[in-house]
């Protein structure tokens, strides 16, 4: 009876070590074939001298992410709202981009990662690679003199605009990001969450020399440094405790030329297009991706004419699917997805840059934005 229960007990052990010795080799085939689709995709990313137009100036820099707005997301905002054209799309360059971080399909923290320092990480990772910090687009800024804003329709500690600022092994030590952006000494800092999320941080943001702000109306250019947290940030019809996005880059365009002689860096981010994506809320969606497209006009109307400004997206969000519905005929269905996709997105930008390929990678808007900021480009 022993010999039996032994043998039985034996051949179950020998049917765990080669079940774990199956799952050891697939992972070690997955990520060996993750890491060679990788390496030849990478191996097609050319770089860029930027070159800019004649008599063209660059002082001041602006990036703005619709977080998850695939070329699909724009159509069907503008099928919805019987639009024939986005004011973004009237920019004066346009293209594509190509979002692939090392894991495969981006996240938005690799995503972010890529766009504001130049590599490409596994996903989850904050401005981090091998343990080590990456040099944020913020930084960069901030070492040439420049003033710098980060602003974004979520929590500050949200993976885009920590990608920016801060540096965190993951996207998840909300923790360690919140202080890492404390560090940064960075000049304005606009975000959306509940309130509470940010209630036992209000010593510690006054003490780094910030005005902790909730109310639109609190909002003061007489301010050295600002962390602006609002309950939300409205599509519509804003309101002092939820203002909407165009008012808040109104504000944050003049704050940030006030603080230096160097001009400025600014990067927006507008969260919501991928969050209402990833419920397959098209409704809300197309809201969102409007108040975005609102706020790029606001940028255009306010920045001064030395200021470059490029429009992208981290990655598309959904696997939307628009065939030129219009109206209420735009659904949920059209989602066949509720996560991201390695679909390319669209970049749209100013005239100052005359030699932005039509298909470039994330990495290279780092590239440009980094040439531009230290002024290392072709005159």
Do not use: C, W
């Not at 799309?89 to 981009?97: F, H």
């Not at 904050?126 to 040439?144: C, Q, Y």
């Not at 780094?208 to 600002?226: C, P, Q, R, W």
């Amino acid at each position: 009876m022993k010999s039996g229960v032994a043998k039985k007990l034996k051949f179950a052990g020998i049917i765990l070590i080669a079940l774990a010795l199956i799952f050891t080799i697939g992972v070690a085939v997955f990520v060996g074939g993750t890491n060679y689709i990788y390496r030849i995709r990478a191996s097609y990313i050319e770089s860029i001298k930027v070159e800019l137009a004649e008599g063209a100036e660059v002082k001041n820099t602006i990036l703005m992410i619709g977080d998850g707005m695939g070329p699909l997301h724009l159509e069907a905002t503008k099928g919805y709202f019987g639009m024939d054209t986005l004011f973004m799309e009237t920019m004066s360059y346009n293209g594509m981009v190509t979002t692939f971080s090392k894991t495969g399909v981006t996240d938005s923290a690799a995503a972010a990662t890529a766009l504001s320092t130049g590599v490409k990480i596994q996903n989850g990772g904050v401005a981090m690679d091998g343990g080590k910090n990456l040099e944020t687009m913020g930084e960069l800024a901030k070492k040439h003199g420049k003033s710098v804003g980060i602003i974004t329709t979520e929590a500050l500690y949200g993976a885009t605009p920590a990608s920016f600022s801060a540096h965190a092994q993951f996207r998840g030590e909300s923790d360690r990001i919140t202080k890492s952006q404390l560090e940064s000494g960075f000049d304005l800092f606009i975000g959306a969450t509940d309130l509470s999320n940010y209630a036992s941080y209000e010593y510690d943001i006054r003490a780094a020399g910030y005005d902790y702000v909730n109310e639109f109306d609190d909002l003061s250019y007489s301010s050295d440094k600002i962390f602006a947290v609002f309950s939300k940030i409205s599509t519509s019809n804003g309101t002092n405790e939820q203002p909407e996005l165009k008012d808040i880059v109104r504000f944050a365009i003049n704050f940030l030329e006030s603080k230096s002689d160097n001009g400025y860096f600014l990067m927006i981010e507008g969260a919501h297009i991928d969050k209402r994506s990833h419920s397959n809320d098209i409704k809300g969606m197309v809201e969102q991706l409007k108040a975005f497209d609102e706020a790029v006009n606001a940028v255009m109307d306010e920045a001064s004419v030395d200021t470059y400004v490029l429009v992208t997206a981290d990655h598309e969000t959904g696997d939307l699917r628009y065939n030129g519905e219009t109206g209420d005929a735009i659904k949920n269905s059209l989602y066949h997805s509720g996560g991201h996709t390695g679909k390319d997105v669209r970049y749209f930008a100013t005239s100052h840059v005359v030699n932005l390929p039509r298909r470039i990678d994330n990495t290279n808007v780092a590239s440009v934005f980094r040439q531009l900021i230290s002024g290392s480009y072709a005159a």
